[in-house]
């Protein structure tokens, strides 16, 4: 029996040494130490031995299951080494490779829409400035003269958060955050582009859509530079043939205010279907800041008074590019994306 173990040991060494696969040592370590293993096979024999032979053999085969288990685990070892470096240096990555081409996309039409405006408005002197899309009802509202309870708050269906926070309803919000953060209370003159909520949906409204706002203050600011800075805009926009209609309207936060129509540009105030046979596209909103407005805000109304107004960017991308369904504009679809793929519009 002694020469039998010796035996074993022998091939399996053999065998071992030449083990190079981690598959195949799973195998040998189930052929030798398994259940069904030969020196397991063996230990089941000592039952047939003597009692001096029984712990000569017995220490025998356990210092050999001792060596292979041995030999066995730091070969697993090295061989697991061995084949995740191999597979790293297979799956390496030569980065000076030309990479391989993708489409270029085309801006999106609001981006186009963001992109004219801003450039407008900065070559006039203006700063672009952006604020928080949930702001609070203090923003939102109050330091725009709309305290709580005021009826005007219903204009539109907010997306409340807590009873503190809300999706803003307007990029109006950024003018008091605009005038609060003026410290030497100067004059300011800014735009204001950004993502607004409300609860609405339908092929003209989406819950949520782009606005730009426009905050002008210093002394000396007259209706006259409301109604030339949006001539100069709404031309810019839509043509130089356009005309615009200031009808008396109502927002808290300015006096007077005024809806802006501009002749539609479908038909040139003719009438059509687009403008609903009037001859006019109702567009922005517009005032002079109300004294309130300046007051809370930290400004002097018996010093400054100012111009504000805004406009939906969406609306004016569907004009500008005759786009019938607001909807495309947030659905992301290449198809209808890939057509403002040009430098003529
Ligand atoms: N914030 C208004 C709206 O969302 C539009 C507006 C009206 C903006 C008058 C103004 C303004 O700055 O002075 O309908």
New binding site residues.
């Given amino acids: 029996m002694q020469e039998q173990i010796k035996q074993i040991e022998k091939v399996a060494l053999e065998e071992l040494q030449n083990c190079n696969e981690l598959k195949l040592l799973d195998e040998l370590r189930v052929k030798y130490l398994g259940k069904k293993g030969e020196l397991t096979a063996l230990l089941k024999m000592m039952g047939g031995l003597s009692k001096e032979e029984r712990p000569i053999i017995g220490s025998m085969v356990n210092k050999v299951r001792d060596e292979l288990e041995e030999i066995i685990s730091s070969k697993t070892e090295i061989l697991r080494k061995e084949e995740i470096a191999k597979k790293l240096e297979a799956e390496s990555i030569d980065v000076t490779l030309p990479s391989s081409k993708i489409k270029r996309g085309s801006k999106h039409p609001i981006n186009r829409v963001i992109e004219e405006v801003e450039d407008l408005f900065v070559s006039m002197g203006y700063d672009v400035v952006s604020g928080p899309e949930l702001e609070t009802d203090e923003y939102c509202f109050e330091r725009l003269n709309l305290p709580k309870g005021h009826p005007a708050r219903d204009?539109?269906d907010s997306f409340y958060i807590t009873t503190e926070y809300l999706l803003r309803?307007?990029?109006?919000a950024v003018?008091a955050r605009a005038m609060m953060a003026n410290e030497e209370k100067s004059p300011i003159r800014i735009i204001v582009p950004g993502k607004?909520y409300r609860r609405e949906d339908d092929a003209t409204h989406s819950h949520q859509f782009n606005?730009v706002?426009?905050?002008v203050i210093d002394e000396g600011i007259t209706f006259a530079d409301l109604k030339g800075t949006l001539e100069i805009f709404m031309k810019h926009m839509l043509g130089e043939d356009t005309k615009l209609r200031f009808r008396p309207?109502y927002?808290p936060?300015?006096e007077p205010?005024?809806e802006v129509d501009v002749s539609c540009f479908k038909c040139m105030g003719k009438g059509c279907n687009l403008c609903k046979q009037t001859g006019w596209i109702e567009l922005?909103?517009?005032?002079m800041?109300h004294p309130n407005v300046l007051k809370m805000n930290g400004y002097d109304p018996k010093k400054y008074t100012g111009?504000?107004?805004?406009?939906?960017l969406d609306r004016l991308a569907m004009f500008k590019y005759g786009i019938t369904d607001m909807r495309l504009l947030y659905t992301n679809d290449v198809r209808f994306l890939s057509q403002f793929d040009r430098k003529d519009i």
């Fill in positions: 204009m539109q309803t307007q990029t109006s003018q607004t606005q706002e426009g905050l309207s927002f936060f300015t205010s005024y922005l909103g517009s005032g800041v111009f504000a107004f805004g406009t939906g």
